[in-house]
Structure formats: structure tokens, C-alpha cells
């Protein structure tokens, strides 16, 4: 089984839907990281958590928001979505013990909004 | 604040040649450096990391980074590429602007192997 698992890998949405998207890890680390992917533009950092209790926004935050249910799980909300949050959204681990390790990402979802 | 540039958005190569693509970053102490590669329809996975120590890294399928302090880079060079190297190759820098290392990643550069 993948180490970090993301739902849905693919969904389509209208304007003005909410959905979330979750992220699911079996690594036992404690930072955890949203990111979105557009063509040209690399990975801008959404939302990140260094525990269930520590949560900060990122580069790109407004129009998302994000829970960490437990140390394993971290969902990203799009509360009312609109088109050019079309993207590929991919979560991401780390070990929170120091700094020398490099992040574990899921698989992506690729999320689109007509 | 720091930042990655990577100046190569495509690369094409034929299959056998030697490869290398170019990373550069501002920030002023040495940050940890990283080249993460993306398959198509994957997620990202690591391909070699640099925190201090000797400046040339190896990594997997045969990748090496050079880490150079006085050009503030960090390119990465394959000697013979294969086909199934064609990819999306990311470099990452993290730094500590405040007590946290939060990564940044480049733009990317695509990679196209040519038979």
C-alpha cells in the first residue's frame, strides 16, 4: 500500500460547490503539506502543518482552507470553488524530528472547475 | 525571501547523451537543496539531496548535483540518458527564515528524450 494516499485522484466540479480533498499517510510523520500544481508554475505551497495542533498558511491560501483530524490525515477545502482553482493538488510528508529529510508526496488529485 | 530559478523550461536530448539541468537560488547562508522528479500522472519522488559535506551528490538511476556556493547552484547531470529519464525534474530549496524550513520549488524543467 502507497505510504501517503490521496481522495479522489480525479474529480470534476461546478462554480460554488464545496469539496474537500484528503490525504491519508502510514508514515507516522509530523509535518504535512498542501501544494497545487500548474502547468509552468511548479508547486506553490497552499497549506502547511508541523502537527495536529500547528497549522499555517502558505504562499497561495485564499479560497482554502484545511483540517488536521489527526496526525495522519490533513483535508483541503475549497469553500466555494471557481475555475481557476483548476489544478493538480498534491499532499505531502515529512519527519518532523529535524531538517534533514526530504518531503513524501501522495499521488495528486487532479481536481477541475467548470 | 528565498527563491529557485530554473532557467530551462524544456530540455530535449537524445537518448545516450549526457544531460544536465540547471538550478539556481538566492539565499544567503547554504540552504538544504533537493531534485525531485515527476513522472507523468505521478507524484513527486526524491532524486538526490544536499545538507552540507561533500559538494557532489550522488542519487538514484544514476543522477548526480554539484552543489556550488559561489554560484549559488545546484545542477543536476545524468552521463548517458535514457529514455525512461523523460520527466519533469523539480529543484527545491529549504531555509530557515525564522526558525522553520519551508520548501520552495522551482518552476520545473521537462524533460524529452529523443531515440
Not at chain 2, 14 to 24: M, Q
Not at chain 2, 60 to 74: L, P, V
Amino acid at each position: 500500500d502507497a505510504d501517503v494516499t490521496q481522495t479522489p485522484r480525479n474529480r470534476i466540479t461546478k462554480t460554488g460547490k464545496r469539496i474537500m480533498l484528503e490525504c491519508s499517510q502510514t508514515k507516522g510523520h509530523d509535518r504535512m503539506y498542501w501544494y497545487r500544481q500548474d502547468p509552468g508554475l511548479g508547486l506553490q505551497l497552499i497549506y502547511y502543518s508541523f502537527d495536529v495542533k500547528d497549522i499555517n498558511k502558505g504562499e497561495i491560501s485564499d479560497g482554502y482552507s484545511v483540517s488536521r483530524q489527526a496526525q495522519a490525515k490533513f483535508s483541503l477545502s475549497l469553500e466555494s470553488a471557481i475555475p481557476n482553482q483548476t489544478a493538480l493538488y498534491f499532499c505531502a510528508t515529512k519527519p518532523g524530528t529535524n531538517n534533514h529529510y526530504e518531503q513524501y508526496f501522495g499521488p495528486g488529485t487532479r481536481l477541475t472547475v467548470t | 525571501a528565498q527563491s529557485v530559478t530554473q532557467p530551462d523550461i524544456h530540455i530535449t536530448v537524445s537518448e545516450g547523451a549526457s544531460l544536465e539541468l540547471r538550478c539556481n537560488y538566492s539565499y544567503g547562508a547554504t540552504p538544504y537543496l533537493f531534485w525531485y522528479v515527476q513522472s507523468p500522472g505521478q507524484g513527486l519522488q526524491l532524486l538526490l539531496k544536499y545538507f552540507s559535506g561533500d559538494t557532489l551528490v550522488q542519487g538514484i538511476k544514476g543522477f548526480e548535483a554539484e552543489f556550488k556556493r559561489s554560484q549559488s547552484s545546484f545542477n543536476l547531470r545524468k552521463p548517458s540518458v535514457h529514455w525512461s529519464d523523460a520527466a519533469e525534474y523539480f529543484c527545491a530549496v529549504e531555509s530557515d527564515p525564522g526558525g522553520s524550513y519551508i520548501p520552495t520549488f522551482g518552476r520545473g524543467t521537462s524533460l524529452i528524450v529523443h531515440p
